[in-house]
């Protein structure tokens, strides 16, 4: 993020992502489909897993375009990053395992890490 401000300074224009927060609105198709929703009074918890419907479209995408075949039941939708990555954390991650990372990271990626007792490494 440092490098970041210093490159805003000298007038570079920097797009930010690194916080979930972009300077630009969302797709118009994923604002009709949320009013939609909206509409339609879907606005309870989904299963815990995801939208089944949701990861069925996930499935059928990766069949189509790669031809790879994964069962919708292997697949999880987090309602975020911090979800997903405490997840794979918890499943891949042991005490004291070194954790290679990139520079710039999703900022909380560190704390996942020191959470399961390992180390992240640059």
């Known amino acids: 993020m440092q490098r970041a401000r210093e490159l805003e300074h000298q007038g570079h224009k920097v ?4 916080v979930g927060e972009p300077d630009f609105s969302s797709a118009e198709p994923i604002i009709e489909a949320a009013k939609a929703s909206l509409d339609r009074g879907l606005t309870q918890y989904t ?4 939208i089944i419907e949701l990861r069925q479209a ?14 919708y039941r292997r697949i999880l939708i987090t309602p975020g990053a911090s979800g997903g990555l405490t997840l794979l954390a918890n499943m ?29 490494q640059l």
Do not use: K, W
């Open 92 to 120: 891949l991650v042991g005490q004291g395992d070194g954790v290679l990372i990139s520079d710039p990271a999703y900022p909380c990626v560190r704390n996942f890490i020191y959470l399961m007792a390992a180390e992240p």
């Open 58 to 71: 996930l499935s059928e995408h990766y069949q189509d375009q790669y031809g790879v075949e994964v069962d």
């Open 47 to 50: 299963a815990a897993t995801g």
């Open 15 to 18: 797009i930010h992502m690194e």
